[in-house]
């Protein structure tokens, strides 16, 4: 609010964020939401307007505020031809500063040539590399920890650097010693999975702060993982997994290396991790440090701590934490608020015969090749900031007064980017639905396909006490009343083609755009599904009649029916893609894949059930009664079962 007054003067704003920041912490701040772009370095302040700022918010004089204002009064405010003069300016300072400069705001018009200017005043590429570049990086990772710099605009003084690097390189004579290294780290996605937009954020990150990096890609075997950390000298091995089945394949890494006594620290990471399933389940597997990570930049500080001189005390606190979370999970599950899985399906209520919306058509549809520009307008932009660390709603991000430049920036780089992929054709939009008739069996859906077969897919049911207790199941009109429901099913990716764009990127040096590119294909993916989902409501079901909703009432889940993707809450059990899979032959007609942990690839990839009408929930966690009973229901082993669904049971 005090720097509030001075918009439209930026020296004086971001001088006085800095200010505030920079004591903030001093003072136990631990958390902070920032905007770097209207931050100036604490130690870089004009001496008389630090110590006016400072006057003002620690509250020195009792004619701060008249002081500062007066000043402030002196100080020009930001104009075009200021800025285009600052951007000119910068060309004229030292060698050294130019490269800083360029890094830390991820300028790359001239960093090739400022890099061989500096190669050739060096005479060592080395040297260039220790002395100027990764000091500027060590700042870029200083300032990305404290929270002054955006991950975009980390990753895009990696690309810089890479950029750098690369000028370097036929200058860096086959057996020259490698540069300086603040530790060894492997990085993985899990057996499996091949979620890799985190794991590839992380080793930007780490590279970025001056470790060396050996990212293995996704669908890494356990042995390879630990071949790899033991015959490099890896200092730590990170994993990463998106989906549940990776939590168990987790756990296979780490039983490998402690079978191999390899006692080298993990760090866990990924959206289904967490500090309990580390602590309770990985943890306890190996001998070794096991500690769960939140975001890149903890990354960071758990390598700085993990390597550092303080170690032993660093684990062992860790340690003693994980203990604690182990005793709380013991005392919350004797205490565990569930009903009986036999009093839950009491609750049950299937839908009534009489609320049957009939299909129009049955049957399978396949898409071979969508039209982005269809798909486009129901870009859901609302998931895509946040992935960057931009906190906000579309648009009104765009006019917020902190995060609104970055965001129309990064939202400039996403159309530019989406443009080029539709014109194009980099990307391939493919998917398969189909409309079948069904029925309900208590917790099984019967569905019935074309040839006459009937397939059987088991649900779960919530248990907590308390709630509706609903399963999908009731959702479909059960067989007992003689009536002929109908559900959907589908199957669909805006990946195609993604893993070859990136792969393009990378080679170029610029993780930013791979990063983005596949972030892009994940809001595709999205929104195809919206898009194929008003078709199969319009068209193929045909129980959707009414003027068509607009995109953004689509977005907003503006009409009947529900699309319930497998390993969402509602039905957690990723197992079941094979059984939609073979039913639309979808490894037949498309180009994805199902793995052998039921993860599609490419992992921009949506498989689900239609229905006509359906709320979400959550299952939530069952009970050893449900377990067994949804696995012989599944015709699977409960260990099994239990490893496809580790947060539930």
């Given at each position: 609010n005090l720097s509030f007054a001075f918009r439209g003067n930026n020296a004086v704003r971001e001088a006085m964020h800095s200010v505030f920041l920079y004591h903030a912490i001093?003072?136990?701040?631990?958390?902070?939401?920032?905007?770097?772009q209207l931050l100036q370095v604490y130690s870089d302040i004009e001496p008389a307007l630090l110590e006016r700022v400072e006057d003002v918010v620690l509250c020195r004089r009792a004619d701060a505020a008249e002081r500062l204002i007066d000043y402030a009064q002196h100080l020009r405010t930001d104009t075009a031809a200021e800025g285009a003069a600052h951007e000119e300016a910068w060309r004229t300072r030292p060698l050294p500063e130019r490269i800083e400069y360029a890094l830390l705001r991820g300028v790359t018009d001239h960093i090739?040539?400022?890099?061989?200017?500096?190669?050739?005043?060096?005479?060592?590429?080395?040297?260039?590399?220790?002395?100027?570049?990764?000091?500027?990086?060590?700042?870029?990772?200083?300032l990305f920890g404290?929270?002054?710099?955006?991950?975009?605009q980390v990753v895009k003084s990696a690309r810089v650097m890479k950029r750098a690097v690369g000028v370097l390189t036929p200058y860096i004579e086959q057996n020259a010693a490698g540069r300086n290294s603040a530790g060894k780290v492997i990085v993985a996605t899990v057996k499996g999975d091949v979620h890799d937009i985190g794991k590839n954020i992380v080793a930007v990150v780490m590279a970025c702060n001056g470790y060396e990096i050996r990212d293995l890609g996704v669908m890494?075997?356990?042995?390879?993982?630990?071949?790899?950390?033991?015959?490099?000298?890896?200092?730590?091995?990170?994993?990463?997994?998106?989906?549940?089945?990776?939590?168990?394949?987790?756990?296979?890494?780490?039983?490998?290396?402690?079978?191999?006594?390899?006692?080298?620290?993990?760090?866990?990471?990924?959206?289904?991790?967490?500090?309990?399933?580390?602590?309770?389940?990985?943890?306890?597997?190996?001998?070794?440090?096991?500690?769960?990570?939140?975001?890149?930049?903890?990354?960071?500080?758990?390598?700085?701590?993990?390597?550092?001189?303080?170690r032993e005390i660093y684990v062992a606190g860790v340690q003693a934490r994980q203990q604690r979370l182990?005793?709380?999970?013991?005392?919350?599950?004797?205490?565990?608020?569930?009903?009986?899985?036999?009093?839950?399906?009491?609750?049950?209520?299937?839908?009534?015969?009489?609320?049957?919306?009939?299909?129009?058509?049955?049957?399978r549809l396949v898409f071979p090749d969508f039209d982005i520009a269809d798909v486009e307008p129901f870009i859901d932009w609302n998931f895509f900031f946040p992935a960057w660390?931009?906190?906000?709603?579309?648009?009104?991000?765009?006019?917020?007064?902190?995060?609104?430049?970055?965001?129309?920036?990064?939202?400039?780089?996403?159309?530019?980017?989406?443009?080029?992929?539709?014109?194009?054709?980099?990307?391939?939009?493919?998917?398969?639905?189909?409309?079948?008739?069904?029925?309900?069996?208590?917790?099984?859906?019967?569905?019935?396909d074309a040839k006459g077969r009937r397939h059987t897919l088991p649900m779960l049911r919530n248990q907590t006490r308390g709630a509706e207790n609903l399963c999908l199941?009731?959702?479909?009109?059960?067989?007992?009343?003689?009536?002929?429901?109908?559900?959907?099913?589908?199957?669909?990716?805006?990946?195609?083609?993604?893993?070859?764009?990136?792969?393009?990127?990378?080679?170029?040096?610029?993780?930013?755009?791979?990063?983005?590119?596949?972030?892009?294909?994940?809001?595709?993916?999205e929104a195809f599904a919206e898009v194929v989902h008003s078709f199969v409501r319009r068209q193929m079901w045909g129980y959707e009649t009414a003027e068509a909703p607009t995109p953004q009432q689509v977005i907003a889940g503006e009409y009947r029916g529900r699309?319930?993707?497998?390993?969402?809450?509602?039905?957690?059990?990723?197992?079941?893609?094979?059984?939609?899979?073979?039913?639309?032959?979808?490894?037949?007609?498309?180009?994805?894949?199902?793995?052998?942990?039921?993860?599609?690839?490419?992992?921009?990839?949506?498989?689900?059930?239609?229905?006509?009408?359906?709320?979400?929930?959550?299952?939530?966690?069952?009970?050893?009664?449900?377990?067994?009973?949804?696995?012989?229901?599944?015709?699977?082993?409960?260990?099994?079962?239990?490893?496809?669904?580790?947060?539930?049971?």
């Open positions: 001093a003072a136990g701040m631990d958390m902070g939401i920032v905007n770097p090739e040539t400022d890099t061989l200017e500096a190669y050739r005043e060096l005479g060592d590429p080395m040297q260039v590399i220790d002395r100027l570049l990764m000091r500027a990086m060590a700042r870029v990772g200083e404290q929270g002054k710099m955006f991950l975009p890494v075997e356990a042995q390879r993982i630990v071949d790899e950390a033991a015959a490099w000298g890896a200092d730590a091995i990170c994993l990463s997994g998106l989906i549940t089945p990776s939590l168990d394949e987790m756990i296979h890494v780490v039983e490998e290396a402690e079978r191999r006594s390899l006692h080298i620290p993990f760090i866990i990471g990924g959206a289904t991790t967490s500090d309990l399933h580390t602590a309770v389940k990985i943890a306890p597997c190996t001998a070794a440090p096991v500690i769960h990570s939140r975001d890149a930049s903890e990354n960071n500080r758990i390598l700085a701590a993990l390597l550092g001189p303080d182990r005793d709380d999970y013991l005392r919350r599950e004797r205490l565990r608020n569930l009903i009986p899985v036999a009093d839950a399906r009491r609750n049950r209520r299937p839908r009534p015969a009489s609320q049957i919306a009939p299909a129009a058509h049955t049957g660390g931009l906190k906000g709603r579309c648009p009104d991000l765009f006019d917020h007064p902190e995060r609104g430049d970055e965001a129309r920036k990064l939202f400039d780089d996403a159309q530019a980017l989406l443009h080029r992929i539709a014109d194009e054709r980099l990307l391939t939009l493919q998917g398969v639905v189909g409309i079948y008739p069904a029925v309900s069996r208590g917790d099984d859906i019967l569905l019935t199941s009731d959702f479909i009109a059960d067989r007992r009343d003689g009536a002929t429901d109908y559900i959907g099913a589908f199957a669909l990716t805006a990946g195609i083609g993604l893993q070859e764009l990136c792969d393009k990127f990378r080679s170029e040096g610029d993780d930013y755009s791979a990063i983005m590119a596949k972030l892009l294909a994940d809001r595709l993916t699309r319930m993707a497998f390993g969402y809450p509602a039905s957690p059990d990723h197992s079941l893609k094979r059984e939609i899979f073979d039913l639309l032959a979808v490894e037949q007609t498309t180009r994805m894949r199902l793995t052998e942990n039921w993860m599609i690839s490419p992992g921009e990839a949506l498989c689900g059930l239609f229905f006509s009408d359906a709320r979400y929930f959550s299952v939530g966690q069952i009970d050893a009664e449900q377990l067994r009973d949804y696995a012989e229901r599944r015709g699977l082993a409960v260990e099994t079962v239990e490893k496809i669904i580790p947060n539930n049971v």
